[in-house]
T-cell receptor, first 112, second 114 residues
Framework: SQQGEEDPQALSIQEGENATMNCSYKTSINNLQWYRQNSGRGLVHLILIRSNEREKHSGRLRVTLDTSKKSSSLLITASRAADTASYFCAMMAVAAGNKLTFGGGTRVLVKP | DVKVTQSSRYLVKRTGEKVFLECVQDMDHENMFWYRQDPGLGLRLIYFSYDVKMKEKGDIPEGYSVSREKKERFSLILESASTNQTSMYLC?????????????FGPGTRLTVT
């Protein structure tokens, strides 16, 4: 069963707008990661946030983590058509070794 | 640059055939993973390996086996392919420890079993 759930399942925005997607999980984690997948391709790692971190930035990406609520969010600012993709959160649970459990993903469409 | 390659982008096999999916990474990573991805179900871990000749079952190992004879190569084997194994198969690798847990993915193999 999936440990993570993402919300919304799909998102459509205009170029230049911000896109926010959320991830909730069930068990304690060591870290939470976000990945992007362009249509029919492999996943690309975007950002990793550890359980003792609350916020992390990478370029136009901002990730927050609230371990008390067992949730994370990914914000893409000033979106571009090239940001059109599916975005997945993945949790590395405590005592899970190096295994990740993926959420179901959010499909983002950025319209030019 | 980090690279994970998979032997085929598209594969069509018949029910009952034995199918081999190959994955090679050039990063000297200890960990390698096989996932399948299905609409509405996300990525599910089939098997993973943390060292040569070592393997562990993931969440959905039934109907699959794996082989890791060399550090850089991790093979997924469908002993007798069935139509419910039609899916996108993704291979990934990662470093062991070192505080770097991100996984690097190959481009995927879309397998159709008829």
């Amino acid at each position: 069963s999936q440990q993570g759930e993402e919300d919304p399942q799909a998102l459509s925005i205009q170029e230049g707008e911000n896109a926010t997607m959320n991830c909730s999980y069930k068990t304690s984690i060591n870290n939470l990661q976000w990945y992007r997948q362009n249509s029919g391709r492999g996943l690309v790692h975007l950002i990793l946030i550890r359980s003792n971190e609350r916020e992390k930035h990478s370029g136009r990406l901002r990730v927050t983590l609230d371990t008390s609520k067992k949730s994370s969010s990914l914000l893409i600012t000033a979106s571009r058509a090239a940001d059109t993709a599916s975005y997945f959160c993945a949790m590395m649970a405590v005592a899970a070794g190096n295994k990740l459990t993926f959420g179901g993903g959010t499909r983002v469409l950025v319209k030019p | 640059d980090v690279k994970v390659t998979q032997s085929s982008r598209y594969l069509v096999k018949r029910t009952g055939e034995k199918v081999f999916l190959e994955c090679v990474q050039d990063m000297d990573h200890e960990n390698m993973f096989w996932y399948r991805q299905d609409p509405g179900l996300g990525l599910r871990l089939i098997y993973f390996s943390y060292d040569v000749k070592m393997k562990e079952k993931g969440d959905i190992p039934e109907g699959y086996s794996v082989s890791r004879e060399k550090k850089e190569r991790f093979s997924l084997i469908l002993e007798s392919a069935s139509t419910n194994q039609t899916s996108m198969y993704l291979c990934a690798s990662s470093l062991q420890g070192a505080g770097r847990d991100e996984q690097y993915f190959g481009p995927g193999t879309r397998l159709t079993v008829t």
